[in-house]
């Protein structure tokens, strides 16, 4: 094997660059070297043991040495110039005249020679080129029929009789040995060329298994054909379940035409085409496949592309060769990319639609205290009396009143979306906070032309949660329906115990809430309608309070509004409430659609009177 290996390693060394970094063409050169190496050094080695047994050899002898010593000349052309076909042209063109010389002179067509000319295009056939073995066979028949031709017209010399039966042995047994030695490097080359492409089938299936990528081969009606073992690891499904259309069959209904159309379009182009899908992946619970799976779908993208020539992608047998990628995680990003752009387009509104509310919130009662203080101030130049300066202090208190309501709505509010805001527990009869804060905006209601209904049993029981935190509720929705309610309208306020919980309702016949609008109530500094149409003052605040505070208690508030008919809004409150340990820091509880009803058992009305 030493000796062997010494042999291959010169010969590689012989081969020219282009040959040396594919396989199979080194293989084909060095088949090709080697024999004639071979044969030329055994005739140069056996030249002078000639000449010491028959003397000094004849010019004829001579030039049949220098013959076979001429293939050296073919091997020399090979490794310097990398022509694989050049080179099997020129060994042919070799043996013809070889073999045209000996039939000539030793009886033309019927000379032990001529059997030769049958084997050129046999050596031929081992450069696996149509356009070699073609020529050699055209240059075959040519020399023969020149001997036909050359010895119809009595053109060549006359055999010797006494060497033709020893000349035809020789012929028959040089030819045969020449035709073996062509049998067996046609068998090394096809073995050589097998044991190749078995081992680079096997380097494609170890990258194929080891890659983390999934490789694929379809059909082209998605029909898998092959697909790698790194599908079992990403879709955690035996290989054997994919085959045929079982990738398909994973595919999510909604994307499979893409999938289908990618394929399809791959199969008709030469172009690459890239497309993304979820696909179905079987988890188990304890990690192993088994028979209690759980099923979630992953992100994969496919690029696909014709396997194949053109002319085969074209036809209806087009085959397609893909890889797939698991880019889940990728997706999870962009989703949360998306969701941070809207909740920063939402803060950007959100801001603009501060500063829009609060430049009159805020400005409206700061020029009243501004322009009321001064007036005071300048009281001797005004002469003003005893009673006006008491009418504009009065002014000014109710204005900073408006104002401190107003701040302590935002600091509210951010405590409350910031986790901050304190809940204290403590036993305290809903029916009767919820008259009291009643009472307090019956003067509103009255001014304003409106009926305020209080519906609540006297035997109402008790509740534990935050009272002060109750009454804001109460305060902000009874205010909020009678600033939203035209003159002649009314607003009910009812509480009832439903199950575990005390269930308020604050329904009025006011302007009531568009469809669009009543998604985003409940939103800080939200208010339903376009913001330059404020026909109502306020800061969008009262709503966002009550559906935090809500939230705090672990409660519930729901909202159903139709326009010019009126709005509904109802809280459901725990009865017995107790504070988490570590609250969340965000306390805001979801509207839900629905609003249930109760038959109330007490009427109470607010007289109008002050």
């Known amino acids: 094997m030493t000796v062997l290996n010494t042999i291959r390693d010169c010969l590689d060394a012989l081969l020219h660059p282009s040959a040396r970094h594919d396989v199979l063409t080194r293989v084909h050169h060095r088949a090709f070297i080697a024999p004639r190496l071979l044969g030329s050094l055994t005739a140069l080695a056996a030249f002078p043991l000639y000449i010491a047994m028959c003397g000094a050899p004849t010019a004829t002898e001579v030039a049949a040495f220098a013959w076979l010593i001429a293939p050296i000349l073919l091997s020399w052309f090979l490794s310097r110039t990398g022509r694989y ?33 049958v084997v050129i295009p046999f050596e031929a056939a081992l450069s696996a080129s149509r356009r070699v073995v073609a020529f050699a066979s055209g240059l075959a028949l040519a020399c023969a029929a020149l001997l036909i031709v050359l010895g119809q017209f009595a053109l060549l010399p006359a055999p010797d009789p006494t060497l033709r039966s020893l000349c035809m042995a020789f012929g028959v047994i040089s030819g045969t040995l020449y035709a073996a030695g062509l049998a067996f490097s046609a068998v090394s080359l096809a073995r050589n060329s097998v044991s190749l492409s078995y081992v680079e089938e096997d380097r494609y299936r170890l990258l194929a298994r080891n890659m983390s990528d999934v490789i694929s081969h379809y059909r082209r009606n998605g029909s898998v054909q092959f697909i790698s073992p790194a599908a079992e690891a990403m879709l955690g499904s035996p290989v054997q379940q994919l085959l045929g259309h079982g990738l398909f069959e994973r595919v999510h209904v909604a994307d499979r035409p893409a999938y289908l159309t990618a394929l399809s379009n791959a199969a008709c182009g030469d172009d690459e085409h890239s497309v993304e899908f979820r696909v179905r992946r079987d988890v188990s619970r304890d990690g192993e496949r088994g028979s209690n799976n759980s099923i979630d779908f992953i992100w994969v993208e496919m690029r696909c592309r014709p396997f194949g020539t053109s002319s085969a992608a074209a036809s209806a047998e087009a085959e397609v060769v893909a890889v797939m990628r698991d880019v889940t995680d990728r997706k999870i990003q962009e989703q949360a990319l998306d969701l941070a752009r809207t909740a920063a387009e939402q803060a950007d509104v959100s801001k603009s639609r501060f500063l829009a509310t609060m430049s009159h919130e805020l400005r409206t009662p700061l020029n009243a205290i501004i322009g009321f203080s001064e007036m005071i101030v300048r009281e001797d130049a005004l002469m003003l009396n005893a009673a006006r300066c008491r009418e504009y202090a009065q002014l000014i208190n109710d204005s900073g009143q408006h104002l401190l309501a107003v701040v302590n709505g935002i600091l509210d509010m951010s405590k409350m979306e910031s986790g901050s805001f304190e809940i204290s527990a403590e036993p305290f009869m809903p029916r009767a906070a919820l008259l009291n804060c009643c009472n307090l905006l019956a003067l509103r209601a009255h001014e304003n032309g409106i009926d305020l209904v209080i519906r609540a049993n006297e035997d109402l029981p008790g509740m534990t949660g935050d009272p002060r935190a109750f009454k804001q509720i109460v305060l902000n929705l009874v205010s909020n329906a009678i600033k939203f309610t035209e003159r002649g309208g009314a607003v009910t306020v009812s509480a009832a115990v439903e199950g575990p919980r005390m269930v308020l309702r604050v329904i009025d016949t006011g302007i009531g809430i568009a469809a669009d609008d009543l998604k985003r109530v409940g939103d800080p500094f939200f208010q339903a309608g376009k913001t330059y149409q404020r026909r109502h003052e306020g800061t969008g605040l009262g709503l966002s309070i009550v559906k935090s505070l809500v939230g705090l208690h672990a409660g519930e508030m729901t909202v159903q509004s139709k326009v010019n008919e009126g709005t509904t809004v109802m809280v459901a409150l725990p009865l017995a409430f107790a504070p988490p340990m570590h609250e969340p820091s965000s306390n805001v509880a979801m509207l839900k659609p629905a609003v249930r009803s109760g038959s109330p058992d007490q009427i109470h009305q607010v007289k109008k009177s002050a």
Request: glycine share 12%; hydrophobic share 60%.
């Open 85 to 117: 076909e050049g080179a099997y042209a020129l060994s042919s063109l070799a043996l013809a005249g070889l073999a045209l010389t000996i039939a000539a002179s030793t009886g033309g067509i019927e000379s032990f020679a001529a059997i030769c000319l």
